[in-house]
């Protein structure tokens, strides 16, 4: 049974703020970090309790604001296979977040147990990790009186990046068995990336240096880890490094400033020569952006789109090569966001699919292939091989050198690609391999097709709730009427495209335009946020 007293004096200890209302949304809980110590502790408690509910299987806990200002912070919880929180459980989540007292708290606890037929003599335990945000260890620490009022078993993974907590949960929990991941320890994952990495490359060219910008976040002392095993095959340049500058993190670097700016970081401008690659962690080393400046100095932006289709071409070509072509079926996941030229270049080698933005969406819709590829726009994305798949990669006998060749790639793939989450250094690694086998610079990558200008904007409106879309976001159900309206105006554009949709995680509206010209893109997108403003 849950010890009614302990709860009820450590709660007190962690009282909720007047005022605020707290959502689990698309990325869990995330706003100010000042303001989560209660959810803090409320989701210790709730993450014992999903343990429980899963007979002791570890779950995960990472809290990070990822791209957002310093000043934030958040959390999520990671279900055993290393994948996100099963949704039913995110109402309840928020529902434990919002109780006003103590006693309310109890209350919601109590019922909570009863309904949820939560065994509570199971064990729980509990994997977690933090950014490295200055708001982290209070937090932290908030949580950690959440297990122990809840009995549950922790285990503090520091201070890493949010794909290598989704590594540790998977290998935690697969341990032992047949489907054991990898070594249940953040050594386990260099070794076991750096190791698939190597294989995939022995032989080819060494390449120019890459230059990292680490957002000056967590994953700067990942990529340091990493730099060290790679370094006789892939020389890595780090820069914006600063994990202890308040301030820095995020601050004009990072991939959601690349993707969002469509710009070079300043801090950058002197460091890369033309025509090297460079490319952009976020907060949490979750999303990577690739570019280079060419010759006349022009910033071009490699991103999740172009990620994809250098990524899934790839694979499309080894499948074919190892002779097991009609034996997976291949398949991309994209989100309204993904560039219409990206999706023109991918839908003539392998079928496509448009699901809402979140990486849940993307990730669900990607276990349905054999071989699933998915990467939002934004630079987040991973590649998932299905156990179909899986085995017979594995029980496959080739029949030609050159087919025992591909096929060995394809397994080596299989063990650098995090397929828990997007993973940027385990993508940056991916395409790091695409290119050395492709012998490509970023100028033959970036013209495997051309981007059509877009423009994404925000407006801030009255009420953002009243916004609601159907087909994977990309049509408005309401305010009614207003879809025709915006039809009206995107016809009258060359290759016009235009979609409205509330924001998961700001109190805003998004508006997203494309068309072949520049100005008209910009042009679009602005009469589109007249409409909804
Ligand atoms: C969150 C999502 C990301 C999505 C973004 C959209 C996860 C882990 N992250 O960061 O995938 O692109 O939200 O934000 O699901 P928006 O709803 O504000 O446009
Ligand atoms: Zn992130």
């Known amino acids: 049974t849950i010890d009614v007293e302990e709860v009820r004096r450590l709660s007190d200890l962690h009282p909720k703020p007047a005022l605020i209302r707290f959502q689990y949304g698309t990325a869990g809980f995330r706003t100010l970090g000042n303001t989560l ?10 993450a014992g309790l999903r343990s429980k509910k899963l007979d002791g299987k570890t779950i995960g806990v990472m809290v990070t604001a990822s791209h957002n200002p310093e000043p934030d912070n958040g959390v999520k919880l990671v279900d055993p296979r290393g994948e996100m929180l099963e949704s039913s459980w995110e109402t309840h989540a928020t529902t434990f977040s919002n109780a006003a007292t103590t006693e309310d708290f109890l209350f919601v606890l109590d019922a909570f147990v009863k309904t949820a037929k939560i065994d509570l003599s199971k064990p729980a335990r509990v994997v977690y990790a933090r950014d490295t945000r200055p708001s982290g260890p209070a937090l932290v620490s908030a949580f950690e009186d959440g297990l122990k009022a809840i009995g549950a078993e922790g285990r503090d993974a520091g201070v890493t990046t949010t794909p290598i907590l989704h590594y540790l949960v998977r290998s935690i929990n697969t341990k032992g068995t047949k489907d054991a991941y990898g070594e249940d320890s953040e050594q386990g994952y260099f070794a076991k990336l750096s190791e698939a990495f190597k294989k995939l490359v022995a032989g080819r060219a060494t390449p ?13 002392p990942a990529a340091a880890k990493l730099s060290g095993l790679v370094k006789e095959n892939l020389l890595l340049v780090l820069e914006n490094t ?17 993707k969002t700016a469509q710009k070079l970081p300043p801090s950058l401008a002197s460091k890369l020569n033309a025509g090297q690659r460079g490319c952009s962690l976020d907060g949490d080393a979750d999303r990577l952006m690739y570019f280079y400046i060419d010759e006349g100095g022009k910033f071009h932006m490699l991103d999740g789109d172009k990620i994809a289709a250098l990524v899934a ?3 499309v070509e080894l499948v074919k090569t190892a002779g097991l072509e009609g034996q997976l079926n291949i398949g991309v996941v994209q989100t309204a966001y993904a560039n219409g030229a990206s999706t023109k270049y991918l839908a003539e080698r392998l079928p496509v699919k448009c699901v809402p933005t979140g990486v849940k969406h993307l990730h669900h819709a990607a276990e349905h292939y054999d071989i699933g590829v998915y990467f939002e726009a934004n630079g987040h994305g991973t590649v998932l091989f299905s156990p179909t798949s899986q085995d017979k990669l594995t ?14 790639h394809l397994i080596n793939l299989m063990q650098l690609i995090n397929q828990t989450v997007g993973d940027a250094l385990s993508d940056m690694l991916l395409v790091e391999v695409v290119l ?13 097709y051309a981007d059509l200008p877009n423009r994404l904007v925000k407006v801030v409106v009255a009420d953002r709730t009243i916004f609601k879309t159907q087909d994977a976001e990309r049509q408005l159900v309401s305010p ?15 290759g016009g495209r235009s979609f409205v949709r509330p924001s998961g995680t700001e109190d805003v509206v998004r508006v997203y335009a494309e068309s072949i010209f520049r100005p008209q893109a910009d042009e679009l997108a602005f009469r589109i946020a007249g409409l909804v403003y």
């Open 313 to 315: 071409a790839f694979i």
């Open 436 to 448: 050395a086998h492709k012998s490509y610079s970023g100028v033959e990558w970036d013209s495997l």
């Open 208 to 220: 120019p240096p890459l230059v990292i910008d680490c957002a000056n976040g967590v994953g700067a």
């Open 37 to 46: 110590d209660s959810v803090l502790f409320r989701v210790g408690i709730i």
């Open 242 to 258: 600063s994990t202890t500058t308040p301030g820095a993190l995020n601050n004009s670097c990072g991939a959601d400033y690349v």
């Open 395 to 408: 029980t496959y006998e080739p029949s030609t050198p050159a087919q025992s060749t591909a096929l060995t």
């Open 480 to 494: 009614p009427g207003l879809q025709k309206k915006i039809d009206e105006i995107v016809q009258r554009y060359d």
